[in-house]
Each structure stands twice: as structure tokens, then as C-alpha cells.
């Protein structure tokens, strides 16, 4: 059963979004964990994908969009449209509005969320949903001052 990790931020900013996302993903990486990031359409997996190239120069984070690239996939893959997602049952990182059917196989599940209201409308769903079915929820909110580098 996955531990659920809902990100509080305290900015509507979608760019200091996708740049806390790259954080978390950069840590995870630092301690090992195959990460898998469920966006909700093509365009921002392609912008998290050429983000994670250029947000931190002193910082090399193999990954690809899923289905693309070398075998074996790199730790850190992005997708969308994703059915279930081959090797990967560490760490799911859900940008989108939906929880995906898949989510079960990952240790963990991390939700950001920004202050969009629309963002957090799914995300008081999403909650309710894992809350439902007797997942670990954890929340934690963060101030700009600790989202921004």
C-alpha cells in the first residue's frame, strides 16, 4: 500500500511549480528511487522534460519521456496517457488531475499542488479518494520562500 505525500504550495506560479517538482525530483534521485512523473498532457511533459535539463547546472538527472529513448529507461521517466508504466514501483509523482489507475504499484505518491484553485479543487478529490480507501496521507505546506531557489 503507498504512502501519499500531498505538496501544499503557497504559489499559483505553474513555473515555480514545475521547479519545486524538479527539487523533488533531483532528491529522489540523490537517494536512489526510480521516479515516475504522471502529467496531464504532452505539453508539460515536454516542458518538464527540457526544464529538467536546464534548472540547475551543477545537476545531471537521466531521464526521457517514457517510451522514448535508451533501454534500459533511465530512473527518472515522464509521461502521460500512460496505462501502467513498466518498472517502475518506487516513486510516483502525479501532476495530473486524476489519481491513475496505476498508483498502487508505486512505494510512494507524491501530489503537488499549487494555489491554482482549480488545482486544488482536484486535489480536495484526490484526498477524499486515498482518505476513502485508508491510504497513509501526509500534507505539507510550503511558503514561496522554501518552493524558490
Not at 537521466?62 to 515522464?78: D, F, M, S
Request: charged share 25%; proline share 6%; glycine share 2%.
Amino acid at each position: 500500500m503507498p504512502k501519499i505525500d500531498f505538496y501544499i504550495l503557497s504559489t499559483d506560479n505553474e513555473q515555480n511549480h514545475l521547479f519545486f517538482v524538479c527539487r523533488l525530483i533531483e532528491k529522489a534521485y540523490k537517494n536512489q528511487h526510480r521516479i515516475y512523473i504522471h502529467v496531464k498532457d504532452h505539453a508539460t511533459a515536454y516542458e518538464l522534460d527540457e526544464l529538467l535539463w536546464t534548472y540547475r547546472e551543477e545537476c545531471f538527472l537521466p531521464h526521457h519521456l517514457y517510451g522514448e529513448g535508451p533501454n534500459p529507461a533511465p530512473p527518472i521517466q515522464i509521461g502521460c496517457d500512460i496505462i501502467k508504466p513498466d518498472k517502475h514501483h518506487d516513486i510516483l509523482i502525479n501532476l495530473h488531475t486524476a489519481i491513475p489507475a496505476f498508483f498502487t504499484q508505486f512505494a510512494r505518491v507524491f501530489e503537488v499542488i499549487n494555489n491554482n484553485p482549480e488545482y486544488q479543487t482536484a486535489a480536495r478529490e484526490r484526498y477524499r479518494q486515498y482518505r476513502a480507501q485508508g491510504y497513509d496521507i501526509r500534507t505539507h505546506k510550503l511558503q514561496a520562500t522554501s518552493i524558490e531557489t
